[in-house]
């Protein structure tokens, strides 16, 4: 059984279409994670979201919107989209333990190229 | 501000030979420590993490990482490596919050020669 998943694994637009990606999780986890990946696989935090609520929205264009429509989902819609979005996006997931971080799970990431 | 450095974005080295990839952090705040891993066109994995418990941390595959605070570093080491070693590596902070936010260095790229 897959932990996490996200789909596609492989988006190829043109700029200016709007997308989504999906993500699922079936381990039971309060908290979600969007992270974005550029060409340099450099990683970094977009959005968090615990039990349905947004707990962490870094500089992102308003341009991508989260939605989690219960806590096993976590779906990332673009608008508009830009060359500059070409990456490989991850969606992960945590459980929360009182008194430690959590690990991340990390799912296989959705690969956007924008052309 | 919580970051991590990441030395040598590329590291080679023979099957059977050590691994040592290091990474050294800025925390204001005692900091939690992971190693991840990523092979080829695929996700993360945990390798290790550290949570101020033991200051030596085994992880999966073979390897083990030292929390240092007085080098505020946190190297990851494999006594032999592996053809199947061969991935990128990745340290990353967290402030063990609310918001469990991971920041990530820029990676190592280790390569493993026959």
């Known amino acids: 059984d897959t932990a996490v998943s996200q789909t596609p694994k492989y988006l190829v637009t043109q700029m200016g279409n709007d997308k989504s990606i999906k993500c699922e999780q079936n381990?039971?986890?309060?908290?979600m994670y969007w992270y974005k990946q550029d060409s340099k696989k450099f990683l970094k935090i977009m959005f968090s979201?615990?039990?349905?609520?947004?707990?962490i929205n870094e500089t992102v264009p308003n341009r991508f919107s989260p939605k989690s429509p219960d806590k096993a989902h976590l779906n990332l819609h673009i608008n508009s989209l830009e060359l500059g979005d070409s990456a490989v996006y991850f969606c992960?997931?945590?459980?929360?333990?009182?008194?430690?971080?959590?690990?991340?799970?990390f799912g296989p990431g959705t690969r956007l190229t924008v052309l | 501000a919580q970051s991590v450095t990441q030395l040598g974005s590329h590291v080679s080295v023979s099957e059977g030979a050590l691994v040592l990839l290091r990474c050294n952090y800025s925390?204001?705040?005692?900091?939690?420590l992971f190693w991840y891993v990523q092979y080829p066109n695929q996700g993360l994995q945990l390798l290790l993490k550290?949570?101020?418990?033991?200051?030596l941390v085994k992880g999966i595959n073979g390897f083990e990482a030292e929390f240092k605070k007085s080098e505020t570093s946190f190297h990851l080491t494999k006594p032999s490596a592996h053809m199947s070693d061969a991935a990128e590596y990745f340290c990353?902070?967290?402030?063990?919050?609310?918001?469990?936010?991971?920041?990530f260095g820029t990676g190592t790229l280790l390569a493993v020669q026959p």
């Open positions: 992960a997931s945590s459980a929360p333990t009182s008194g430690s971080t959590d690990t991340q799970y």
């Open positions: 381990l039971g986890h309060d908290t």
């Open positions: 979201y615990n039990n349905k609520e947004l707990i």
């Open positions: 925390s204001s705040v005692p900091p939690y």
């Open positions: 550290y949570t101020s418990a033991a200051t």
């Open positions: 990353a902070v967290s402030d063990g919050g609310a918001t469990n936010k991971l920041i």
